[in-house]
């Protein structure tokens, strides 16, 4: 029973990177809300590529607070080229991500952009945006 997870995520893999194309994707800085979808330009044009924002979760410690850890605000992302998925999370300060499908580019989070921790321990803001970039090889 445990192959059939492994294998499924290999062939996923492969697929991925079976899509990739030599066409680089241009530098660029991209703000989205959770739950919003960026189509990246397509190479060849047959394929759809896609990059949904999925939403944040926000471990750090309110400003009214005293924690033993800091925490970490991380972002949840999913890749899809035509009908296969790759999630990946962004977090502030550790490497950004790469995949085959994005044809060698770089996606960081914009260090200017860190959002407010929470106000009270049990609040959590309405929404939290994101801006990255993404960088070509």
Same mark, same amino acid.
């Given at each position: 029973?445990?192959?059939? !997870?492994?294998?499924? $995520?290999?062939?996923?893999?492969? @697929? @991925?990177?079976?899509?990739?194309?030599?066409?680089? *994707?241009?530098?660029?800085?991209?703000?989205? +809300?959770?739950?919003?979808? @960026?189509?990246?330009?397509?190479?060849?044009?047959?394929?759809? *590529?896609? @990059?949904?924002?999925?939403?944040?979760?926000?471990?750090?410690?309110?400003?009214?607070?005293?924690?033993?850890?800091?925490?970490?605000?991380?972002?949840?992302?999913? *890749?899809?080229?035509?009908?296969?998925?790759?999630?990946?999370?962004?977090?502030?300060?550790?490497?950004?991500?790469? $995949?085959?499908?994005?044809?060698? +580019?770089?996606?960081?989070?914009?260090?200017?952009?860190?959002?407010? !921790?929470?106000?009270?321990?049990?609040?959590?803001?309405?929404?939290?945006?994101?801006?990255?970039?993404?960088?070509? $090889?």
């Amino acid at each position: 029973m445990r192959t059939l !997870p492994c294998v499924l $995520s290999i062939a996923a893999a492969g @697929l @991925l990177s079976a899509c990739a194309t030599h066409e680089q *994707l241009p530098d660029a800085q991209y703000t989205l +809300a959770e739950r919003q979808t @960026l189509s990246l330009p397509p190479q060849p044009i047959d394929q759809r *590529l896609s @990059l949904t924002y999925e939403g944040a979760d926000d471990s750090r410690c309110p400003d009214n607070a005293r924690c033993i850890w800091a925490g970490q605000l991380a972002y949840r992302f999913t *890749l899809r080229i035509n009908n296969v998925a790759q999630g990946f999370w962004l977090v502030q300060g550790k490497p950004g991500y790469t $995949s085959p499908a994005l044809r060698g +580019a770089r996606i960081e989070l914009d260090p200017s952009f860190v959002p407010q !921790p929470r106000g009270m321990a049990d609040s959590r803001p309405a929404a939290y945006p994101v801006v990255f970039n993404m960088y070509g $090889s």
